[in-house]
T-cell receptor
Framework: GAGVSQSPRYKVTKRGQDVALRCDPI?????LYWYRQALGQGPEFLTY????????KSGLPNDRFSAERPEGSISTLTIQRTEQRDSAMYRC???????????FGPGTRLLVL | TQLLEQSPQFLSIQEGENLTVYCNSS?????LQWYRQEPGEGPVLLVT?????EVKKLKRLTFQFGDARKDSSLHITAAQPGDTGLYLC???????????FGAGTILRVKS
């Protein structure tokens, strides 16, 4: 595709439910990043992959958050047992190589009721 | 507490005015980037500054990286309504191009 795509664009869920957020990076991009952006704040790093390998997951808030990229392309960020404080915009970005420009997707807005 | 402090948080000006946005940190970064984000969209990279004291120009936008590589500024000359948006600075840390963002400056340019 022309750019990074994310789905769903909006997700409303009840507290305690699990959610899976999908990121489809730009074709051929090696590196994929996940960020979380609260209203009125800049994006906050969660984790990143090179190919299928998760290189850094230091930004994941707790063990309810996990991410995978099994074939080195599409990635899924999963939040288990969601809590209201998980409500935010979740953004994905990809870059051709690790030190190259990151291109951000439109994000998934998650609302936990 | 933000590692990168941006100021001002909000700026509303008239078309044609000049403005400067600041990004300050107590940490040293290998490089610093400026992004612009429009409503409903992801951040889009404007520039990367790498060398202490570096100045880069992008049309009416001038970016400067501090000598100690801890701070940066973005100056816009003769602002236009199309400049309206959220301006974010981000420091690059570590091997993995991990970005540390400031909270952003919301700019509104009125015609």
């Amino acid at each position: 595709g022309a750019g990074v795509s994310q789905s769903p664009r909006y997700k409303v869920t009840k507290r305690g439910q699990d959610v899976a957020l999908r990121c489809d990076p730009i074709s051929g991009h090696v590196s994929l990043y996940w960020y979380r952006q609260a209203l009125g704040q800049g994006p906050e790093f969660l984790t990143y992959f090179n190919y299928e390998a998760q290189q850094d997951k230091s930004g994941l808030p707790n063990d309810r958050f996990s991410a995978e990229r099994p074939e080195g392309s599409i990635s899924t960020l999963t939040i288990q047992r969601t809590e209201q404080r998980d409500s935010a915009m979740y953004r994905c970005a990809s870059s051709l190589m690790t030190l190259e420009t990151q291109y951000f997707g439109p994000g998934t807005r998650l609302l936990v009721l | 507490t933000q590692l990168l402090e941006q100021s001002p948080q909000f700026l509303s000006i008239q078309e044609g005015e000049n403005l400067t946005v600041y990004c300050n940190s107590s940490s040293v970064f290998s490089s610093l980037q400026w992004y612009r984000q429009e409503p409903g969209e992801g951040p889009v990279l404007l520039v990367t500054v790498v060398t202490g004291g570096e100045v880069k120009k992008l049309k009416r936008l001038t970016f400067q990286f501090g000598d100690a590589r801890k701070d940066s500024s973005l100056h816009i000359t003769a602002a236009q309504p199309g400049d309206t948006g959220l301006y974010l600075c981000a420091g690059v840390r570590g091997y993995g191009n991990k970005l540390v963002f400031g909270a952003g400056t919301i700019l509104r340019v009125k015609s």
